[in-house]
């Protein structure tokens, strides 16, 4: 229940990002993310059952879980660090005149891009795969 939760919410902050843009990248986006998120869930779902990761584990069921789980994380983060750089991106050039606040706000921006990456990672696999062996 809690996947389904969080990924609702996640289609909310992208509909929320891609509202006022192009309504064909925002069907786009949303496609891969609605699409995804169920393989995703599917595959968590199965993985448990198969494993009886609930009950009596089998050996193999976690690093089956982990492997799945750091797969998803890189294929949900990657595209929405890439999607949310680009808006950010083009908010700097509306928002900075100075070719040096520009090249100075990038700067910022793609630090805080890379570290809010490795956060987002931590955060999903502490999430879905939890505190498990």
Not at 22 to 48: A, H, P
Not at 103 to 131: H, R
Request: hydrophobic share 60%.
């Amino acid at each position: 229940m809690l996947e389904i939760i969080l990924c609702l919410m996640l289609l909310a902050v992208l509909y929320a990002v891609l509202r006022k843009g192009s309504r064909k990248l925002m069907f786009t986006v949303l496609g891969y993310y609605i699409i995804l998120s169920v393989v995703f869930i599917i595959g968590l779902n199965q993985i448990d059952s198969n494993y009886q990761l609930y009950t009596d584990p089998v050996d193999g069921g976690f690093a089956a879980k982990f492997n799945w789980v750091a797969t998803f994380a890189y294929l949900y983060i990657i595209p929405f660090i890439i999607l949310l750089s680009y808006k950010l991106f083009k908010w700097v050039n509306k928002a900075f005149h100075t070719a040096l606040s520009r090249i100075a706000m990038k700067f910022v921006l793609i630090a805080s891009l890379i570290f809010g990456g490795y956060i987002a990672m931590f955060a999903f696999v502490l999430t879905f795969y939890g505190f498990a062996p």
